[in-house]
C-alpha cells in the first residue's frame, strides 16, 4: 500500500469515529427512532473496504459509506486553496524559525510568531465543492456491478468557515459557527434528485454534525425559515513557536 494510500484510509477512519462519537438523534433529520437505532448499527459494523483503491471506502452488511471531503474555500484541480496555502504557511513559519534558531547564540531562548490571513470563503464555494464531490462520486456508484441497498455519502468540510443564521418569525435568531446544510433549502433540492440511491448523507466537522435522510428531504424543506443567512468568518491563523539552541557538550 502507498503512503498517500494509508494517509487517506487513516482520514477515512478517523472522520466514521468522529461521526461515531458525536452522532445524536437531535442532529438527524427526517428519521424515526428505528431508522437512527439502525443507522447506529450500521457505524458500528462499517470496516475499511479491503480494497482501498475502489468505490467505496466502506463498507456494512449491504451497505457502503462513501467518504470525501468539502470546503468553502476556492477550488482548483489541486485542491483546496485554504488547505494548500494552511500548509504552505505551516511550512515556512518553521523553517524561518529553525533559521532563526541556527542564527543565535548558543543557550539562548527563541520564540516566533507568524500570522496571515484566511483565504476568501464563501457560500458558494461550498456549495459548489458540495455538488461537484456528490456527481464525481456518484458516477463511482453508477460503475458498481452490484448496487448495495444503503448507501450513506460522508461529507467532511474541513475549514469551518462559515457560519449560519436561522431566523424564525418572533423567535430570535440561531447562530451557527460552521455551514448548516440542514437549512440549505437550494441545495437539499438538488440534492433529493440522488434519492433513489443515497439513503442518508453526514455532513461533519469538529463543530457539528448533521445526518439527513434523503426520501424525507421534501419534508425536512418545509419546515426551514426563509430568512437564512450564510457569512465568512474572519480571521487570521498562527503559529507561535518557541525554542531553545543548547551548546554542544563533548561527549
Given at each position: 500500500?502507498s ?9 477515512e ?8 462519537r ?6 438527524c ?9 439502525e443507522?447506529q ?8 473496504n ?28 489541486k485542491g483546496?486553496?485554504?488547505k ?8 515556512y513559519?518553521k ?21 496571515r ?5 464563501t ?7 458540495i ?6 462520486h ?19 468540510y474541513?475549514d469551518?468557515n ?24 437550494y441545495l ?6 440522488f434519492k433513489?440511491?443515497?439513503?442518508y448523507?453526514?455532513?461533519?466537522n ?10 424525507q428531504?421534501l419534508?425536512?424543506?418545509e ?12 480571521g ?13 557538550r563533548?561527549?
Open positions: 500500500m503512503k498517500n494510500q494509508e494517509n487517506q484510509d487513516n482520514e477512519q478517523k472522520c466514521l469515529d468522529l461521526v461515531k458525536k452522532l445524536n438523534k437531535n442532529d433529520f427526517g428519521m424515526s427512532n428505528q431508522q437512527y437505532n443507522l448499527k450500521w457505524l458500528k459494523d462499517a470496516k475499511p479491503h480494497n482501498s483503491n475502489k468505490f467505496p471506502d466502506i463498507t456494512f452488511e449491504d451497505g457502503f459509506i462513501e467518504h470525501f471531503k468539502v470546503t468553502s474555500s476556492a477550488e482548483d484541480k483546496s486553496k485554504q494548500r496555502e494552511s500548509s504552505n504557511f505551516e511550512r513559519s523553517n524561518t524559525f529553525l533559521s532563526n534558531l541556527d542564527s543565535r547564540e548558543e543557550d539562548m531562548l527563541v520564540s516566533n510568531s507568524f500570522f490571513e484566511f483565504e476568501e470563503h457560500y458558494l464555494n461550498i456549495v459548489n465543492s455538488k461537484k464531490n456528490w456527481e464525481k456518484i458516477e463511482s456508484y453508477d460503475k458498481q456491478t452490484s448496487p448495495s441497498k444503503h448507501g450513506i455519502f460522508l461529507l467532511e474541513i469551518i462559515i457560519q449560519t443564521a436561522i431566523n424564525r418569525e418572533n423567535e430570535p435568531a440561531e447562530c451557527y459557527c460552521s455551514y448548516r446544510i440542514s437549512a440549505d433549502r437539499l433540492e438538488w440534492i433529493h434528485r433513489e440511491k443515497i439513503e448523507l453526514i455532513l461533519i469538529p463543530l457539528s454534525i448533521e445526518v439527513i435522510r434523503l426520501d428531504i419534508n425536512i424543506i419546515s426551514i425559515p426563509r430568512v437564512v443567512t450564510y457569512a465568512p468568518i474572519e487570521i491563523l498562527s503559529h507561535n513557536i518557541l525554542g531553545y539552541k543548547t551548546k554542544k563533548d561527549i
